[in-house]
């Protein structure tokens, strides 16, 4: 029989696959162990499980789920807008802040441009450019962080976009408010700067982009957050993107009409009224980034500083040591695919969960 080929865009023959954190039944099945015995710090979920209140208000809506989502998500962006101090005109919600980044390439990328990252960037910026056939200039980082006005200078008239995660997934690193004013005053107007506020939850005092947004200061830029990581929802796929109205009317184009769903509706809404699961969630975290390092100060391990909910450190051989980690049961993240092969990502659990890691990772090197 003759196979004939389609004929695939040709950016995408080179274009890999994202990798995500291993499961936690995949890894169980593998290792023949009950799914309880198995520890994730791989993927920076939250350890406390989701909110009950947002659980109790899923229940709920089950019974009628029948129906399609309010595709405009009515109550839940006059909820966030209420909160963000703007207006639901500046919000999209998505089906997980990933999907914002699409949305960047369906708006703005083709094959004539390009966008700015750093090195050691959240590895969805640069695939998502290359789907959509730009390229991607790459800034050499700086101690693990942004160089802000490194990328400035890679800016050209081919530069659509930016991406600055604030703070840092792999590195946990964080760029200063100075820093970040001087960068977004510079940036041509016709640049989208992409700010992926995705652990911004986590720390004590965020610099505060989104009243920017409202203020009508930067005309420009996209703030990114998502319900997947303080908020405990990872499962459910839902973020939003906060911009200018032009921004967000031009995303509402290319998005999808029920990409939203109502479960994550009802959970999201219901997330966010339960302040007290958010305050315990930052607290527990912060014990746990500390657990974590002093632990790796203790190994003699060098390891990046965290503002968020994981921890980069240097291992040795990444790879390896993820593989007898998750022999022992604890699932981690190796950094290969970040050009990082030295190095692992461990996301902050419960200080049990963080002991038994730390246990493991003494035993294994
Ligand atoms: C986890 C993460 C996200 C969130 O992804 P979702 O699609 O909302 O689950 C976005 N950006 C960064 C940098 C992340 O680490």
New binding site residues.
């Given amino acids: 029989m003759e196979t004939k080929s389609i004929r695939l865009h040709s950016h995408l023959l080179s274009l890999p696959v994202y990798q995500p954190g291993r499961p936690l039944e995949e890894v169980a099945r593998e290792l023949g162990l009950p799914f309880e015995q198995i520890i994730k710090l791989a993927s ?1 979920e939250n350890p406390l499980g989701p909110s009950p209140k947002a659980v109790e208000a899923m229940k709920e809506a089950l019974d009628s789920c029948h129906l399609y989502p309010d595709g405009n998500a009515y109550y839940l962006k006059e909820k966030l807008a209420s909160k963000l101090g703007v207006l639901p005109a500046n919000i999209i919600l998505s089906n ?3 999907e914002v980044i699409e949305w960047v390439g369906h708006t703005v990328l083709d094959s004539e441009s390009n966008i700015v990252v750093s090195q050691y960037c ?1 590895a969805i910026y640069p695939l998502v450019a290359r789907m959509f056939g730009a390229s991607v200039k790459t800034v050499a980082a700086r101690n693990h962080s942004h160089d802000l006005k490194g990328m400035l200078n890679q800016i050209d008239g081919a530069t659509k976009a930016v991406f600055i ?1 604030n703070p840092n ?1 792999p590195t946990g690193t964080m760029v200063t408010h100075e820093e970040l004013n001087q960068f977004l005053e510079a940036v041509p107007s016709e640049v989208l700067v992409v700010m ?1 506020e ?1 652990y911004i939850e986590y720390l004590e005092h965020p610099i505060d982009l989104i009243s920017d947004i409202q203020s009508g200061r930067y005309s420009n830029l996209l703030v990114m957050r ?1 319900f ?2 303080i908020y405990g929802l ?1 499962g459910l796929r839902l ?1 939003y993107g906060v911009a200018p109205r032009h921004i967000i009317g031009a995303m509402e184009k290319v998005r999808q009409p029920f990409n939203a769903n109502a479960l994550a509706q009802a959970g999201a809404l219901a997330a966010l009224d339960d302040q007290e699961y958010i305050r315990q969630s930052r607290e527990l975290n912060r014990q746990g980034v500390t657990q974590l390092q002093d632990g790796f100060t203790e190994l003699g391990l060098e390891f990046v500083p965290s503002f968020a909910n994981f921890v980069l450190v240097r291992v040795g051989e990444g790879m390896k040591t993820f593989a007898r980690m998750q022999e022992q049961g604890v699932i981690v993240r190796p950094m290969d695919a970040y050009q990082l092969p030295e190095w692992i990502r461990i996301s902050a659990g419960t200080r049990e969960q963080n002991a038994k890691c730390l246990t493991v990772l003494r035993q294994v090197r």
């Fill in positions: 920076n997980g802040s990933n959240f995660a997934n992926d995705a998502t997947s990581k990872a973020g």
